[in-house]
């Protein structure tokens, strides 16, 4: 669903009710695939030579989603140190490899560490920046920022009226889409709701996760079932399109036509290994402890981080961003001031 179609939709949505119920917006960012995204595609060195396209593409991107938005709350959520070690726990080969690859093609770089080291070096000075801006930020050691967001999509969320906007290129989210939570997909400039689900789709939001589980994930390191592909998972199992199922309808509608066809032999014999993937994506159920949650309800609960904006310039004009950011004094203001709550 594009901008327009969805915002006319809410707005009427809202104008229908029998009183004006003032409803939050809430706007969840997953961190890393906001900066890596800008990483890869934005090839810009400051005077001094330092790549700094993923830490100006950052802001700039954070800046247009806010825009795009007009969120009343802003959360940035990253990865904690050792973020996949749950996961790698039950399936070892979880996103193995991906530090081996380099994600950009340009020549500003010598070779991986040297691009490694840009990453570690922007990122770190992302951190520093958000400190000065009315968001709030959120890491966890050992817990992956899909837990952290799927987490926040369901306890913040407290009238029916409140709506919850993950940005993200991540389709893992998608699990998560209800009438309270919407996913926007930058890449695809396009609102996932369960109106768009069911178009591009043909399933509820609540499917998608055995759609994953059986197609498996090739960025993820998760293997599907061989053999079957997306057109061929709708023939195999229309059911999908009928009715929210389980995993465990899943197998059932196998056993009751084990001999139609090969594929559904296969789920029965990957059994286990369909519960591991199954479990590793299961957003609904998010791996993090008590703990973890108390930690996350009092990130909620807690008042909005002071609002710093000159030491932001301050840190942008050190960083030598240049025009990554026009007028960045004005549009600092115009962007994160409205964050503020007025006491």
């Known amino acids: 669903m594009k901008q327009k179609e969805l915002f006319n939709l809410l707005d009427n949505i809202q104008e229908q009710g029998e009183e004006t119920v003032k409803s939050e917006r809430i706007l969840l960012i997953d961190g890393l695939n906001l900066f890596f995204r800008n990483f890869a595609m934005m090839n810009m060195v400051n005077p001094d030579g330092v790549h700094v396209g993923g830490l100006g593409g950052f802001f700039r991107s954070l800046g247009a989603e806010i825009r795009r938005m007009d969120p009343t709350q802003v959360y940035v959520v990253f990865d904690g140190a050792g ?90 989210f998608l699990q998560l889409v209800n009438k309270n939570v919407i996913v926007y997909r930058p890449m695809e400039k396009e609102f996932y709701t369960e109106e768009t689900m069911q178009e591009k789709y043909n399933m509820s939001p609540k499917n998608f996760i055995l759609h994953k589980t059986l197609l498996g994930d090739n960025s993820d390191k998760v293997k599907g079932v061989k053999g079957l592909g997306s057109k061929g998972l709708y023939k195999k199992f229309p059911e999908l399109t009928e009715r929210d199922l389980t995993l465990e309808d899943i197998f059932t509608i196998c056993e009751s036509k084990l001999k139609e066809h090969v594929v559904y032999a296969r789920v029965i014999q990957s059994r286990s290994d369909l519960e591991k993937n199954y479990k590793i994506m299961d957003l609904d159920n ?48 115009e962007i994160f001031e409205k964050l503020v709550i007025k006491k």
């Open 286 to 333: 998010p791996m993090i402890s008590k703990d973890d949650e108390k930690y996350l309800n009092a990130v909620v609960n807690s008042e909005v981080p002071p609002y710093i904006p000159e030491q932001f310039v301050a840190f942008y004009n050190q960083d030598k961003l240049g025009g990554m950011i026009r007028n960045v004094e004005f549009w600092v203001k």
């Open 83 to 172: 973020s996949a070690n749950n996961r790698k726990n039950i399936l070892p080969e979880y996103k193995s490899g991906r530090d081996l690859q380099r994600i950009t093609n340009w020549d500003a770089f010598d070779d991986l560490e040297d691009e490694h080291d840009a990453k570690v070096d922007q990122m770190v000075r992302i951190i520093q920046y958000l400190k000065t801006l009315p968001v709030k930020t959120c890491s966890i050691d050992k817990v992956e920022a899909d837990d952290i967001i799927a987490y926040f999509s369901k306890v913040i969320p407290q009238k029916p009226e409140d709506k919850v906007f993950i940005v993200s290129s991540d389709k893992d």
